[in-house]
């Protein structure tokens, strides 16, 4: 578990084995970990926010007015937007599931009746990235949210403007934290400089 205010050293992974660990998911019938890693990416929310939401927070719903547990004391709720695909892809896990009580947690654990722990959740991860071979090393639940941010500032050719929106998302006190924080890399700075001529 990470230091409160440190920036933890999970990897974000490419999109691509992002999509590939989601289809293995639901190929192998692992839906409520499905679940997990597509609302932990598309929301870009930490662990601690994951636990805690309940099916009638997500399901069918066309905008997602979330609290943030780190947040909380300083910000104003976020407003998400859900795509319609996003909200189909919710509501066929759901189904896929059984269609649980609405008011249960999505990542509820029936042997304790409350959600499964963080130690858990990132055990799961972490057996997953070695079936599924996904090629980072620090991979845990938190991977999904860095996922996220480098998802944005790919699609957004790297800009300014992409942090910039990254930052306001996440929240962070500063865009270095942001920089910090998407894995941007001292390699990937020095290339600027490269890519100079005169």
């Known amino acids: 578990m990470s230091r409160k205010g440190s920036i933890t050293t999970a990897e974000p992974l490419s999109f691509e084995d992002f999509n590939r660990l989601i289809n293995a998911l639901e190929m192998e019938k692992e839906y409520r970990w499905q679940l997990f890693c597509i609302v932990s990416f598309y929301f870009a929310l930490r662990i601690t926010d994951v636990r805690n939401l309940r099916w009638s927070e997500i399901l069918n719903k066309n905008e997602v007015i979330l609290t943030e547990h780190k947040t909380r004391k300083k910000c104003k709720p976020r407003r998400i937007p859900v795509k319609q695909d996003v909200r ?39 057996k997953f990235r070695d079936k599924y071979r996904i090629p980072i090393r620090n991979f845990s639940s938190h991977s999904f949210r860095k996922t996220f941010g480098r998802y944005v500032y790919e699609i957004n050719n790297r800009s300014a403007e992409s ?12 865009l270095e934290i942001t920089k910090v924080y998407i894995g941007l890399r001292q390699d990937e700075i020095n290339s600027v400089y490269e890519s100079i001529k005169f």
């Open 88 to 126: 189909d892809m919710i509501a066929g896990i759901y189904q896929n599931m059984d269609s649980p009580d609405i008011n249960q947690l999505l990542l509820y654990n029936p042997k304790n009746r409350a959600a499964y722990s963080i130690a858990h959740i990132n055990e799961s991860m972490r």
């Open 163 to 174: 942090l910039i929106l990254l930052n306001a998302i996440f929240r962070h006190s500063s």
